[in-house]
């Protein structure tokens, strides 16, 4: 059975530009793009080296299994306060006056502050930070982060932690230059070309504590995150 896939955008370029060249250029699939003109293609994508730019770009992506169950990774992760244990540089987070927003400092900024409000959902396994440097008005610094039963996907207990970080164009300028601290040498998008080595580090990170943790019987959220 074959659906209509694509029909719209067919009729649509039919009655608007008549047939002849491609509606989409560029799409391959099957139909247009048989086996022997695609493979050259993929063997053109696939480079011994890849450029920087070409890796850590506009995204930067970081994966990797950590040996705890899934459930309890997200919770211990859907905590705010978590960033204190596993990230490089976020420290003293407190609780504003503003219902899930917390206030901590990047000491990558020396005393820069950092604010931070966690958006988790339970069903997907997702957790999303939104943060920004000096100002909690407009948290555009997004870390996109993602449990997944490692049982489904690798076929082993476990977790595996999907990361990635989208080059927002406020990483080139600072919109908000009145609410830096007037000393400050450096802007967080300074470090942009470091992301994907930071975050990998941070993530080790995240994987020796909760190993750790999961390995010696410790819940992997810590009492002082449950009590405090």
Not at 103 to 121: F, H, K, M, P, Q
Not at 188 to 202: K, P, R, S, T, Y
Request: proline fraction near 8%; include cysteine; charge should be negative.
């Amino acid at each position: 059975m074959t659906l209509p896939a694509l029909e719209d955008i067919t009729a649509h370029h039919t009655h608007h530009i008549g047939a002849g060249t491609e509606p989409i250029p560029g799409l391959m699939r099957i139909e247009t793009s048989p086996r022997e003109k695609a493979t050259p293609v993929l063997m053109e994508m696939i480079h011994a080296v890849y450029p920087h730019d070409d890796v850590f770009g506009e995204y930067c992506t970081v994966n990797d299994y950590i040996d705890c169950p899934p459930d309890e990774l997200f919770d211990y992760l859907a905590d705010t306060r978590s960033l204190e244990e596993w990230t490089y540089s976020l420290r003293g987070f407190t609780p504003t006056d503003e219902a899930g927003l917390w206030l901590a400092y990047d000491r990558l900024g020396s005393e820069t502050e950092i604010y931070t409000r966690t958006v988790a959902n339970r069903e997907a396994r997702t957790v999303d930070y939104h943060c920004a440097w000096d100002q909690g008005r407009h948290l555009w610094m997004i870390y996109l982060m993602r449990v997944v039963d490692a049982q489904v996907v690798l076929n082993k207990p476990g977790s595996v932690v999907l990361w990635t970080n989208c080059h927002h164009p406020y990483y080139d300028d600072n919109p908000y230059p009145e609410t830096a601290p007037p000393e400050r040498p450096v802007w967080v998008g300074d470090f942009w070309e470091m992301f994907g080595a930071g975050h990998e580090l941070e993530l080790k990170n995240l994987k020796a504590i909760a190993e750790y943790r999961h390995r010696n019987g410790l819940p992997i959220t810590p009492d002082w995150m449950r009590t405090s």
